[in-house]
């Protein structure tokens, strides 16, 4: 017979990790449902509202990491690695749209594996403001966000032993995809542009003349 003393134990740990597992789980999902939002606040132009919204996400994170310090195998479980992705998206919008630059691993305090498929994530969203820019007629803006999306492609394709990282090579060949297709929409763009240009000095050349 084994020791009440044990089985009371064992049920006591048994009934701790099954609340800390659902606070995780609970908690995972507000983090990514929160930095979602960030990210279309973002695409609106709402800097303060994504900065608030960050900072909500920020917390949420914060928790799940105090709770896991008791199970650390839940700070790598599959909810908790994409609500750090869709946080490291979140914030690499951010930051480009404040300041063009890509934040680092550091700054986010991420993992390797969270960061690096946060950051092909934010590939995609950076054509969505590319395009958005593009419809503004913000060619210069989409050619920065275009060298952003081939920078961080360009730089990912130089790691080796990227096969133990789950969807990687996924999120790198639509990021490809995603990046030629970006590129075909800024190369018209800036063509159509340079005609346009073209066509109206060629037109103020000619109005002077049509009048003498």
Known sequence: MLSKKDLATIQKQLTHYDE?????????RTATRLAGATILDIHRGDLDSATTGMAKVEDTLSRI???????????TSQGVVVAFQEYVEA???????????????????SDYRSYLLGLLDA????RRMALNSLRRGDVKKSEKLLDAMEGIYD????????????TFRVKMDAARR?????????VTEVRRYSLEQA??????????RSKN
Do not use: C, N
């Open 65 to 75: 990491g105090s709770l896991s310090d008791d199970f650390q195998e839940f700070k």
């Open 123 to 126: 590939v995609g969203e950076f």
């Open 155 to 166: 730089d990912l394709q130089t790691l080796e032993h990227t096969s133990i990282i789950p």
């Open 91 to 109: 914030t690499t919008l951010r930051t480009f749209a404040q300041s063009q630059k890509i934040p680092s691993m550091s700054e986010l305090r």
């Open 20 to 28: 800390v597992r659902e606070q995780v789980l609970s908690l995972s």
């Open 199 to 208: 066509l109206d000095r060629l037109g103020k050349q000619l109005v002077p």
């Open 178 to 186: 995603i990046i030629e297709a970006t590129r075909g929409d800024v």
